[in-house]
């Protein structure tokens, strides 16, 4: 089940979302502003937030900004062609002005959580999205620092080839290449666990005394 968060402080219209999203056979989760959301968020993961952009505490747009590993549909009367433009080229899936229609607001969601299934650099149950900068375990979102994802988007640009330390620190590191390299298996081990945790793979191998590829356990993409 999709598990979908709402950020909205008007109750009525929560309500209304909730009762929407519920009906449709998702898992709907409520957050009443940009503080809470933002908490919600670091504790869980979810496959899509409607997001609202006048919000008490953190307010939309920052929200917008911030959070880059989960597509966010705004949904907000604050909706004149700058703030559609802006929330778009800042990281928003899609705009839906209010007042909306259900069955619109619907079709969109469905059109967001089928997009994981099109586009990136896929292996197994692996897929990276470099255009958003994502990647999902199997078709789930996961939650990785910057370090993490050039790691893993690093690797499965070429499945199987085996990548020293060294050419991982020269292709990511951005000061003491010998420091950064020390503290690599840290990162490879968050994650290997990270991965594991959303689809029971950890898909990283580490080759002894070389370095590290990606690898299902049964040796097959």
Same mark, same amino acid.
């Given at each position: 089940?999709?598990?979908?968060?709402?950020?909205?402080?008007?109750?009525?219209?929560?309500?209304?979302?909730?009762?929407?999203?519920?009906?449709?056979?998702?898992?709907?989760?409520?957050?009443?502003?940009?503080?809470?959301?933002?908490?919600?968020?670091?504790?869980?993961?979810?496959?899509?937030?409607?997001? *609202?952009?006048?919000?008490?505490?953190?307010? !939309? $747009? %920052?929200?917008?900004? #911030? /959070?880059?590993?989960?597509?966010?549909?705004?949904?907000?009367?604050?909706?004149?062609?700058?703030?559609?433009?802006?929330?778009?080229?800042?990281?928003?899936? *899609?705009?839906?002005?209010?007042?909306?229609? !259900? $069955? %619109?607001?619907?079709? #969109? /969601?469905?059109?967001?959580?089928?997009?994981?299934?099109?586009?990136?650099?896929?292996?197994?149950?692996?897929?990276?999205?470099?255009?958003?900068?994502?990647?999902?375990?199997?078709?789930?979102?996961?939650?990785?620092?910057?370090?993490?994802?050039? /790691?893993?988007?690093?690797?499965?640009?070429?499945?199987?080839?085996?990548?020293?330390?060294?050419?991982?620190?020269?292709?990511?590191?951005?000061?003491?290449?010998?420091?950064?390299?020390?503290?690599?298996?840290?990162?490879?081990?968050?994650?290997?666990?990270?991965?594991?945790?959303?689809?029971?793979?950890?898909?990283?191998?580490?080759?002894?005394?070389?370095?590290?590829?990606?690898?299902?356990?049964?040796?097959?993409?």
């Amino acid at each position: 089940m999709y598990k979908i968060l709402i950020v909205e402080d008007d109750a009525d219209i929560g309500n209304y979302l909730e009762t929407l999203l519920t009906g449709a056979g998702y898992e709907a989760v409520r957050a009443y502003s940009g503080t809470e959301a933002l908490l919600l968020t670091e504790r869980g993961t979810f496959d899509l937030i409607l997001l *609202d952009l006048m919000l008490p505490g953190v307010n !939309g $747009e %920052e929200i917008v900004d #911030r /959070i880059k590993d989960t597509p966010i549909i705004v949904v907000s009367a604050k909706a004149t062609v700058e703030d559609r433009v802006r929330n778009l080229l800042h990281g928003a899936a *899609d705009f839906v002005s209010k007042p909306f229609s !259900g $069955e %619109e607001l619907l079709a #969109r /969601i469905t059109v967001q959580l089928r997009a994981p299934a099109s586009g990136g650099l896929v292996y197994g149950h692996i897929r990276v999205d470099p255009k958003r900068r994502v990647a999902y375990a199997d078709e789930k979102p996961l939650k990785l620092t910057r370090t993490e994802y050039e /790691i893993l988007r690093l690797l499965i640009s070429s499945p199987k080839r085996i990548f020293s330390r060294a050419q991982i620190a020269d292709s990511l590191s951005e000061g003491d290449r010998e420091i950064w390299e020390t503290s690599l298996s840290v990162h490879i081990h968050n994650l290997r666990k990270k991965i594991y945790s959303q689809c029971g793979e950890t898909y990283i191998e580490a080759i002894w005394g070389i370095g590290y590829r990606l690898e299902t356990e049964s040796g097959k993409s």
